[in-house]
């Protein structure tokens, strides 16, 4: 009998093998899987989220995954980012149980606000790297409570928080996600990551600032770490 092919498509901005240069696993291998479109607009963004491949079926992005699994070796995971991933919900509940019977992990990256959409795809997910976004970093209003509920769902499996720093970060918006954090586990690893300048006119976070924003947060949380974006020192995407 032959197959059905599947209807669901996505538009995507790139699928690519090269190394983890954010969080808690920079420095792994991993094949990224690069999904078009966000629901935000934070002001120190550097990523295009407009879509360079249009129309990928689930059975697509399963062939070049396992094609770049092949010519580059073993990798860690198959990272889910974009853009926003769990804007494709539908697509990435047909994608991920053939992903992970091909006997790939997933590690999903997400600005931390779909909760209702993560909780439909939690079940496929090895690893969840999730933003939380300070009002006074990203320039928007505060999403304290979806990220609250977002996390929730994602500590049944392996999460760490990551969060923006600029010089225009207040101590406040800090304090708090440490305090969201503490709430669901003093476990859960957090991030401080100072924001790469977008332009010659933007000014780094000082040392003082990250130094008091970790030293802050760790009186609440039991594994607080600044880690900058390697992926930009190293030069690689």
């Known amino acids: ?13 790139e699928i690519f093998s090269s190394i983890q240069g954010e969080g808690l696993f920079v420095g ?9 479109g966000c629901n935000l607009r934070c002001v120190f963004c550097d990523t295009k989220t407009e879509a360079k491949i249009k129309g990928v079926s689930p059975n697509d992005v399963l062939r070049k995954v396992k094609y770049l699994d092949r010519a580059h070796g073993e990798h860690h ?8 991933p769990l804007l494709h919900t539908a697509f990435l509940k047909e994608l991920l149980p053939k ?14 606000t779909l909760y209702k959409e993560l909780k439909q795809l939690i079940k496929y997910i ?23 509920e977002f996390l929730k769902i994602a500590s049944k499996k392996k999460v760490f928080v990551k969060a923006v720093v600029t010089n225009k970060t ?32 933007d000014k780094e976070v000082s040392h003082r600032k990250l130094s008091e924003y970790r030293h802050i947060s760790a009186e609440r949380l039991t594994n607080v ?7 930009k020192i190293m030069g690689i995407r």
């Open 28 to 36: 792994y291998k991993q094949i990224f899987v690069r999904l078009a």
């Open 77 to 84: 995971a198959v990272s889910l980012t974009g853009g926003e």
């Open 225 to 231: 770490r600044v880690i900058p974006q390697m992926h």
């Open 170 to 201: 207040h101590l406040a918006d800090v304090l708090e996600a440490g305090r969201i954090i503490e709430k669901i586990s003093k476990d859960i690893i957090f991030i401080l990551q100072p924001a790469t300048p977008v332009s010659t006119r």
């Open 126 to 148: 090895d690893f969840v790297a999730m933003d939380f976004k300070l009002p006074s970093s990203t320039a928007m209003a505060p999403l304290w409570r979806l990220h609250k």
């Open 99 to 112: 992903l992970k019977r091909a006997g790939f992990k997933i590690y999903l990256e997400t600005n931390g």
């Open 1 to 13: 009998m032959k197959k059905k092919r599947s209807k669901l498509k996505a538009d995507l901005i």
